[in-house]
């Protein structure tokens, strides 16, 4: 497999990707994180989809069609689509670096990879623009820089794509959990009851939940974060959200909807009753 090659090329860039992810993290997160409702915006929480994927489609359709319009004897049009593909990069960066502020482990350091080769893409297409603007009486040299830009951006489309399909970054981490329609006993454990406050962890068959009490009142949500999967039981009550201790998403624990990114997903919800047979059973809610 192809794929195979380039993600073993990829890892033995971890000499210079490793230091460089790291300290890009720490700058790139810096910025973000006290602006956040931006960084959800980029994020795409609005959305419930990752604006960086739909943003990198412009660039790389209006890239093609440039190479497309050169290999055939349209300047113009040529020139057109490379500059909105150039701006569509310019975006996709902007949209990629709210993203890579909440990507770790692997992921960040093959992100690194692919943003710098995007970067070196993005600045041979610059060159290529400022050389067709002089309208120079011979194209072969901006066409062949484009060429090679191409490439690049393909190379580097491949690598990000491998951070979300192989690494599963930004992925919905219940998108093959079902609905349900069983209620399922609540597994208390050790515990006499629920307890007061929370969250707790709780398991409910092949699910662990965190459970928060207020008296009669129970509310649950699924114990892995739909983000990156970090531990909401060990997250933090606010307001009347639920935040993640790994990258801070909130999640509205009455039905799971995410108020707060670098999410873009909703978390699943649990009803919870008590059974006719004693002790407590739930059943995740519908929509």
């Known amino acids: 497999m192809i794929g195979r090659y380039v993600n073993r090329a990829v890892d033995k860039q971890a000499r210079w990707s490793k230091p460089l992810g790291d300290f890009n993290h720490r700058w790139i997160g810096a910025i973000f994180h006290p602006i956040r409702p931006i960084q959800n915006f980029l994020n795409g929480t609005w959305l419930g989809h990752p604006i960086h994927s739909v943003v990198t489609d412009v660039a790389v359709g209006a890239l093609t069609v440039s190479i497309v319009a050169d290999l055939i004897g349209q300047p113009l049009v040529a020139d057109v689509s490379m500059l909105l ?4 990069m310019l975006a996709s960066a902007v949209t990629g670096a709210a993203d890579y502020a909440e990507v770790d482990g692997t992921a960040r350091y093959r992100a690194t990879v692919h943003s710098v080769i995007m970067v070196v893409a993005l600045v041979l297409y610059v060159v290529s623009l400022v050389i067709r603007n002089g309208q120079p009486a011979d194209r072969l040299l901006p066409i062949l820089v484009a060429i090679v830009a191409y490439l690049l ?3 580097g489309a491949a690598i990000g794509g491998d ?4 690494l599963g970054t930004h992925v919905n981490r219940h998108a093959w959990r079902g609905a349900g329609t069983k209620w ?3 597994d208390l454990g050790s515990l006499p009851d629920i307890p007061e406050g ?3 962890k709780l398991r409910a068959g092949i699910n662990d939940l965190a459970v928060i009490r207020n008296g009669e009142r129970i509310l649950a949500v699924h114990a892995q974060c739909a983000h990156a999967g970090g531990p909401l039981a060990d997250g933090t009550l606010v307001g009347d959200a639920i935040q993640c201790p790994w990258h801070g998403s909130r999640f509205r624990v009455a039905n799971g909807h995410v108020v707060r990114g670098p999410a873009m997903y909703d978390q699943p919800a649990y009803d919870v009753r ?3 047979s004693g002790g407590w059973e739930v059943r995740r809610q519908v929509g």
């Not at 593909?85 to 569509?88: I, K, N, P, S, T």
């Open 274 to 276: 008590r059974a006719e």
């Open 153 to 155: 951006l393909s190379l």
């Open 85 to 88: 593909g150039v701006l569509a």
């Open 184 to 186: 399922i006993t609540l």
């Open 163 to 166: 951070v979300v399909y192989v």
């Open 198 to 200: 929370g969250p707790t």
